[in-house]
């Protein structure tokens, strides 16, 4: 299984927000440090800020924050959030899916993916690596800011 580049995206966005848990970051701000769309990242934010897990402040210095701890924010629930589909494989459409037993494994397997990332929480990943926070810092630095949109 591999995720996708929105749900790729959507974690890298919480963690950023995370490690910048002080003030407020800006998308131009996120797409630099990580070396990605501009554009892709409104779309992740927009949508993690209607699902309650960011929050913006409108204005010249707004920016987003998470929008609630990152010690209330459960990984498997925000996979959930921005994976759309987790078949393994296509086993209603296949010939064999009356007698093959592969579904069945296959849901318990996805059961025992989802118990380890809904037992983990944002926070739980920060502090996983002790230098975590000082790298996402770091990205700020190693790239120059991407400029914005025109306003």
Do not use: W
Not at 54 to 73: D, E, K
Not at 136 to 150: F, H, M, N, T, V
């Amino acid at each position: 299984m591999q995720l996708t580049r929105y749900s790729d995206y959507a974690l890298r966005v919480m963690l950023y927000l995370a490690a910048r848990d002080d003030r407020l970051c800006s998308i131009a701000e996120i797409a630099a440090a990580y070396g990605i769309s501009h554009n892709h990242l409104m779309k992740v934010l927009h949508d993690l800020g209607r699902a309650g897990y960011v929050a913006s402040v409108r204005g010249r210095s707004g920016g987003f924050r998470l929008a609630r701890p990152a010690a209330q924010i459960r990984i498997g629930a925000l996979l959930r959030h921005t994976e759309e589909d987790f078949d393994l494989a296509d086993c209603p459409s296949c010939v064999l899916s009356g007698g093959c037993g592969l579904a069945s494994v296959l849901d318990e397997a996805m059961a025992a993916f989802f118990a380890v990332l809904d037992s983990c929480t944002l926070a739980d990943l920060m502090a996983r690596r002790s230098g975590f926070r000082h790298l996402i810092l770091s990205l700020e630095r190693a790239r120059p800011l991407a400029p914005g949109p025109a306003p």
